[in-house]
C-alpha cells in the first residue's frame, strides 16, 4: 500500500508563490495516477476540489480551470514524488491541499470518491 506525505504549504501573499511536494513511499508512484485536490475554508471532505493530476501511463496531465496555466503538476519517479508549483495565487486558492493517488492509473477521475489514497494535507493560505 501507497502512504502519502505533503509538504510545503504555509502562508503567501496573493500573486506569490508555493511548491507544494509529496513524498510517497510504498509502491512507485507512476504506478498509480497521482494528483493533488483541495478542501477549503467550510466545505466538507466529499466536497474535495480536483486541482490537477497526472496519469501512471502516459504521464497525461490534466488541470482544473481554475489553477490552468498558473500550477503544474510533476512526478519524479527517482526520488518517488509528485510536486506542485503554484504561481500568481490567489485568496481563492486558500485551502488545505492534498496529495491522493488513484488505481486506475491509465486515467485520470477527477471526483473526490476516485481517490482511494491520501496524505494529511498541508495548509496553503493566500493573503490578499
Not at 24 to 38: E, K, Q
Not at 75 to 86: A, E, R, S
Not at 107 to 126: F, K, L, N, Y
Amino acid at each position: 500500500q501507497m502512504q502519502l506525505l505533503e509538504s510545503g504549504g504555509g502562508l503567501v501573499q496573493a500573486g506569490g508563490s508555493l511548491q507544494l511536494s509529496c513524498a510517497a513511499s510504498g509502491r512507485p508512484v507512476n504506478s498509480y495516477t497521482m494528483g493533488w485536490l483541495r478542501q477549503a475554508p467550510g466545505k466538507e471532505r466529499e466536497e474535495r476540489e480536483f486541482v490537477a493530476g497526472v496519469s501512471g501511463i502516459g504521464s497525461r496531465k490534466y488541470y482544473s480551470d481554475a489553477v490552468k496555466g498558473r500550477f503544474t503538476i510533476s512526478t519524479d519517479n527517482d526520488k518517488n514524488m509528485v510536486y506542485l508549483p503554484m504561481n500568481n495565487l490567489k485568496p481563492a486558492d486558500t485551502a488545505v491541499y492534498y496529495c491522493a493517488a488513484q488505481t486506475a492509473s491509465w486515467r485520470i477521475s477527477r471526483p473526490q470518491s476516485a481517490w482511494s489514497i491520501w496524505g494529511q494535507g498541508t495548509q496553503v493560505t493566500v493573503s490578499s
